[in-house]
C-alpha cells in the first residue's frame, strides 16, 4: 500500500511538473537576482542624482517613479547581457575558463567600485528652470532615457553575472525568475533610498550623494575582494 501511494505520488509530479528538475532552490537564483538588482542601480550616476533631485524637490513618489524608469531601462540592458551570454554558454561552463571569467568578473567589480568611490556626481547636477512637477509619466519616461543612453551598465551586469554564474539558458523559467527577481532588488534600493532622503530631506545636501557613493564603493571594492580571494583559493564556488 505504502508503494503503490509513492508510485501515484511520484506519477502526479510527472504529470503536474514535466519539465522542471526537482529539488530546485528557488530561493538560490532569487537572492542572486535580488543582489545583483541592487549592486546596478545602488551607484549615485546621473539617475542616482536626477531620483535624488525629485526626491527633494517634487517629492517622494516623483524620486520613486525616477527610479522605477531606471529600473526599466537596466532591465532590457539585463536581458540583452544575458541573451548575449547564453550563446558563450559551452566557453562559460568549462571549469578553467570560468575560473578566469569569475576572476575578471571581480576585478570588473573592483574597479567600478573604485570608480564608484571616486566619482563626483554632483558635477553631473541638472537645474531646470521649469517649475512644474511634471507627470509621473514624464519622469518614467526621462528617467528611462537618461538611464538607457548608458549603455555601459552592460559591463557590469557582465561581471556580476559570471560571478555568480547567473546564466542559465537550458531552463528560460529559471532565468526569467532571476530577472524579475533583479527588477525586485533594483526596486527595492530605489524605494530605500527615496524613503530614506524624504526622511532625512532638513539634514540632506548634494554633498550627501558623494558620501553615499563612497560607501557604496567601499562596499563592492571589499565585497568583489572577498569574492576574488575565496576564487583563488577555492574557498567557496557560486553555482
Given at each position: 500500500m505504502h508503494y503503490a501511494l509513492q508510485t501515484v505520488n511520484c506519477e502526479l509530479k510527472t504529470m503536474l511538473l514535466p519539465n522542471i528538475p526537482l529539488p530546485f532552490n528557488f530561493l538560490d537564483i532569487i537572492v542572486k537576482g535580488l543582489i545583483v538588482g541592487i549592486l546596478c542601480s545602488a551607484p549615485m550616476g546621473p539617475v542616482g542624482?536626477?531620483?535624488?533631485?525629485?526626491?527633494?524637490?517634487?517629492?517622494?513618489?516623483?524620486?520613486?517613479?525616477?527610479?522605477?524608469?531606471?529600473?526599466?531601462?537596466?532591465?532590457?540592458?539585463?536581458?540583452?547581457?544575458?541573451?548575449?551570454?547564453?550563446?558563450?554558454?559551452?566557453f562559460i561552463d568549462n571549469p578553467q575558463y570560468k575560473f578566469y571569467l569569475q576572476i575578471f568578473g571581480s576585478v570588473l567589480l573592483f574597479c567600478f567600485g573604485y570608480y564608484c568611490f571616486r566619482s563626483d556626481p554632483r558635477k553631473k547636477v541638472h537645474t531646470s528652470k521649469k517649475k512644474q512637477k511634471g507627470t509621473l509619466l514624464h519622469n518614467f519616461v526621462t528617467a528611462f532615457i537618461v538611464t538607457f543612453s548608458n549603455p555601459l551598465i552592460i559591463f557590469l551586469f557582465m561581471a556580476t553575472f559570471a560571478q555568480f554564474a547567473f546564466i542559465v539558458p537550458e531552463y528560460p523559467w529559471k532565468m526569467s525568475l532571476g530577472y524579475l527577481s533583479i527588477v525586485g532588488g533594483a526596486l527595492l534600493w530605489w524605494y530605500g533610498l527615496t524613503w530614506l532622503i524624504d526622511k532625512v530631506r532638513m539634514y540632506f545636501s548634494m554633498n550627501s550623494i558623494v558620501l553615499i557613493n563612497r560607501i557604496i564603493g567601499t562596499i563592492v571594492m571589499v565585497f568583489s575582494f572577498a569574492i576574488f580571494i575565496g576564487t583563488v583559493f577555492n574557498l567557496f564556488s557560486i553555482y
Open positions: 542624482v536626477l531620483c535624488v533631485q525629485r526626491t527633494l524637490n517634487k517629492g517622494r513618489w516623483y524620486g520613486f517613479v525616477t527610479g522605477i524608469g531606471a529600473t526599466a531601462s537596466d532591465f532590457l540592458y539585463a536581458v540583452i547581457t544575458g541573451f548575449g551570454m547564453s550563446f558563450v554558454m559551452d
